[in-house]
T-cell receptor
Framework: DQQVKQNSPSLSVQEGRISILNCDYT??????FLWYKKYPAEGPTFLIS?????DKNEDGRFTVFLNKSAKHLSLHIVPSQPGDSAVYFC????????????FGSGTRLQVQP | EAGVVQSPRYKIIEKKQPVAFWCNPI?????LYWYRQNLGQGPELLIR????????DSQLPKDRFSAERLKGVDSTLKIQPAELGDSAVYLC??????????????FGPGTRLLVL
């Protein structure tokens, strides 16, 4: 049973446009959500996070939106740049403190110059 | 600040052979995680350490996998004997407490294992 789902395995956008990556979850106990970016042959790199007490968190070109009622979150990248081309993983954890992350299967983003 | 260090980066072995992976977490990070990532999937937790204590090893296949974290710093993950299905990327992560009592995990580059 996949508790965190990324239903789009790939996404292609033009440079300068907005990239929207989506993630759905089923476990209502999840209260902390993160996005990681992964380049080939490297480990996942932390990008941005959001706590369940918020519905939006912004960091430069990256914004994460959380819709708790729909159990849905999304990552917006604007404007998209060719260097953003990577695999993006959505992850979630339950409870405060140190908890294992449950990851989605990832979305490969390709930003076309 | 140095990130999470893992070695080796790549390992090719024949089935039934033993293999070991090493991880050095970010300095000051007391919590260490081992994840396994199969092709086309997200990482899945194998074991979590708080200092030298394994506090969550429910997903570790204990018949062939073992891990240790002596002195609460470096950690090793061992597979003996390896099976074809163990081919994957093994990721080590460490974490620190951030704002709002939440943790952010930082990952190493991983060890890519191929079992022939």
């Amino acid at each position: 049973d996949q508790q965190v789902k990324q239903n789009s395995p790939s996404l292609s956008v033009q440079e300068g446009r907005i990239s929207i990556l989506n993630c759905d979850y089923t476990n209502s106990m999840f209260d902390y959500f993160l996005w990681y970016k992964k380049y080939p042959a490297e480990g996942p790199t932390f990008l941005i996070s959001i706590s369940s007490i918020k519905d939006k968190n912004e960091d430069g070109r990256f914004t994460v939106f959380l819709n708790k009622s729909a159990k849905h979150l999304s990552l917006h990248i604007v404007p998209s740049q060719p260097g953003d081309s990577a695999v993006y993983f959505c992850a979630a954890s339950a409870g405060t403190g140190r908890r294992a992350l449950t990851f989605g299967s990832g979305t490969r983003l390709q930003v076309q110059p | 600040e140095a990130g999470v260090v893992q070695s080796p980066r790549y390992k090719i072995i024949e089935k039934k052979q033993p293999v070991a992976f090493w991880c050095n977490p970010i300095s000051g990070h007391n919590t260490l995680y081992w994840y396994r990532q199969n092709l086309g999937q997200g990482p899945e937790l194998l074991i979590r350490y708080e200092n030298e204590e394994a506090v969550d090893d429910s997903q570790l296949p204990k018949d062939r996998f073992s891990a240790e974290r002596l002195k609460g710093v470096d950690s090793t993950l061992k597979i003996q004997p390896a099976e074809l299905g163990d081919s994957a990327v093994y990721l080590c992560a460490s974490s620190s407490r951030g704002s709002g009592n939440q943790e952010t995990q930082y990952f190493g580059p991983g060890t890519r294992l191929l079992v022939l």
